[in-house]
């Protein structure tokens, strides 16, 4: 069944993190909670968890950072 999808939702997170396209160039991707509601893993693979459900929403390179939308 699909998902209904509000057209008006705002994110309230960006997570910003780099690009293959080389320095400098970033992608970004929108979050559904606070900034504060997410952690970041620094290593080889960098990874960012949603603490309120645990799951993982990134996992690659990095560095990466959550900003407020």
């Known amino acids: 069944m699909p998902?209904?999808?509000d057209l008006f939702a705002s994110s309230?997170?960006?997570l910003r993190m780099?690009?293959?396209?080389g320095?400098?160039?970033h992608e970004e991707s929108?979050?559904?909670f606070e900034p504060g509601d997410y952690k970041i893993t620094p290593g080889e693979?960098?990874?960012?968890t949603a603490l309120k459900t645990g799951e993982s929403v990134y996992s690659g390179i990095g560095p990466v950072?959550?900003?407020r939308a």
């Open 3 to 5: 998902k209904n999808h």
């Open 12 to 14: 309230a997170s960006i």
């Open 18 to 21: 780099p690009s293959w396209l």
């Open 23 to 25: 320095p400098g160039v």
């Open 30 to 32: 929108d979050l559904p």
């Open 45 to 48: 693979r960098w990874t960012v």
């Open 65 to 67: 950072e959550i900003i």
